[in-house]
């Protein structure tokens, strides 16, 4: 084993080999490599590395439906493989982490194949642009972590987005006729303008991930057909009052939201059937304990506020 493989796991050392198996007395190369994984959905365990000089194996090729390109110890991905079309059942395509934001930028038609329905793009919290006329139907779920820019017509089936939306990608957002799930890395408007603007999506699940302009939910019984929400990082967020209104929802889970005042509102809320909370010190969940017995997954949450009490 070289040192440059001792910093890599066991279970990611190595080629895969023709036959299926991983050679893991082999060094990684420096250069790109590509981690495949038969397993979905993204983010579970990979199978092996696949150098993108390796000669072609239709079969074990063929058999790649999941695919994280990324570079070689400390290198990061500056463009899109042009062999990504040698994998004819690929659906998920994970790109980075440690994007270069202009392998977006600069990216044109047929780089991502059309079999992908399920899109990332990690740059480390950099900005990116789609270019215009850039059009990816077969895209039904797009997840980045950084500001991302595109227009309708750069995914018109999204079904499913989690992203730090521009002006231009939030107006895009809500001209996507099928678009039922929407975590927003940053909320671009307070309520109840958030919520008058998305009230004609056909939302399901909803989160609102970041920013200082969420003070309260009035509105959100605008998008009433709500099963999932979740409220994270919302440091000015006092009221969740306005959740009563919606007759659906299912579950509900607050992260690092610290400043709310009425946390006592999930209990009559009579669809929820799972709540939990992290990170929210001082909110008043020790007062809840029969309710969070009922509907937490995790009670371990509870002890922190508990011991400051």
Same mark, same amino acid.
């Given at each position: 084993? &070289?040192? *440059?493989?001792?910093?890599?796991?066991?279970?990611?050392?190595?080629?895969?080999?023709?036959?299926?198996?991983?050679?893991?007395?082999?060094?990684?190369?420096?250069?790109?490599?590509?981690?495949?994984?038969?397993?979905?959905?993204?983010? *579970?365990?990979?199978? !092996?590395?696949?150098?993108?000089? !390796?000669?072609?194996?239709?079969?074990?090729?063929?058999?790649?439906?999941?695919?994280?390109?990324?570079?070689?110890?400390?290198?990061?991905?500056?463009?899109?493989?042009?062999?990504?079309?040698?994998?004819?059942?690929?659906?998920?395509?994970?790109?980075? !982490?440690?994007?270069?934001?202009?392998?977006?930028?600069?990216?044109?038609?047929?780089?991502?194949?059309?079999?992908?329905?399920? #899109?990332?793009?990690?740059?480390?919290?950099?900005?990116?642009?789609?270019?215009?006329?850039?059009?990816l139907p077969s895209v039904r779920r797009?997840?980045?972590?950084?500001?991302?820019?595109? &227009?309708?017509?750069?995914?018109?089936?999204?079904?499913?987005?989690?992203?730090?939306? &521009?002006?231009?990608?939030?107006?895009?957002? #809500?001209?996507?006729?099928?678009?039922?799930?929407? *975590?927003?890395?940053?909320?671009?408007?307070?309520?109840?303008?958030?919520?008058?603007?998305?009230a004609h999506l056909p939302l399901v699940?909803?989160?609102?991930?970041?920013?200082?302009?969420?003070?309260?939910?009035?509105?959100?019984?605008?998008?009433?057909?709500?099963?999932?929400?979740?409220?994270?990082?919302?440091?000015?967020?006092?009221?969740?009052?306005?959740?009563?209104?919606?007759?659906?929802?299912?579950?509900?889970?607050?992260?690092?939201?610290?400043?709310?005042?009425?946390?006592?509102?999930?209990?009559?809320?009579?669809?929820?059937?799972?709540?939990?909370?992290?990170?929210?010190?001082?909110?008043?969940?020790?007062?809840?304990?029969?309710?969070?017995?009922?509907?937490? !997954?995790?009670?371990?949450?509870?002890?922190?506020?508990?011991?400051?009490?």
């Amino acid at each position: 084993m &070289t040192p *440059q493989d001792a910093h890599v796991p066991s279970d990611q050392r190595g080629w895969l080999a023709a036959d299926g198996t991983r050679d893991e007395t082999s060094p990684l190369p420096d250069a790109w490599v590509m981690a495949a994984s038969d397993a979905t959905p993204l983010g *579970q365990a990979i199978e !092996a590395f696949i150098a993108l000089d !390796a000669p072609p194996d239709e079969e074990r090729d063929a058999a790649v439906r999941s695919l994280r390109v990324r570079g070689g110890i400390g290198a990061s991905v500056s463009e899109v493989p042009r062999r990504l079309d040698r994998f004819p059942n690929l659906t998920e395509l994970s790109l980075g !982490a440690g994007v270069d934001p202009t392998i977006v930028s600069s990216m044109t038609d047929g780089a991502i194949p059309d079999t992908v329905t399920t #899109l990332e793009v990690w740059t480390g919290g950099a900005p990116t642009r789609w270019p215009r006329g850039m059009v990816l139907p077969s895209v039904r779920r797009l997840q980045t972590d950084g500001p991302t820019t595109f &227009t309708a017509q750069t995914f018109p089936n999204l079904e499913h987005a989690h992203l730090a939306p &521009t002006k231009t990608s939030f107006e895009a957002l #809500l001209a996507l006729p099928r678009l039922a799930a929407l *975590q927003l890395r940053t909320v671009p408007h307070p309520a109840p303008e958030i919520f008058e603007k998305i009230a004609h999506l056909p939302l399901v699940d909803l989160g609102l991930l970041g920013g200082r302009k969420i003070t309260d939910l009035a509105g959100i019984e605008l998008v009433p057909g709500l099963r999932r929400l979740r409220l994270q990082s919302l440091p000015v967020l006092t009221s969740i009052a306005a959740l009563e209104g919606l007759e659906h929802l299912e579950e509900l889970l607050i992260l690092y939201c610290s400043r709310i005042e009425d946390i006592e509102t999930v209990t009559r809320i009579p669809s929820l059937g799972r709540f939990d909370a992290y990170g929210c010190t001082g909110i008043g969940l020790e007062a809840l304990e029969s309710f969070l017995d009922e509907h937490s !997954a995790h009670r371990t949450h509870r002890r922190p506020e508990a011991s400051t009490a």
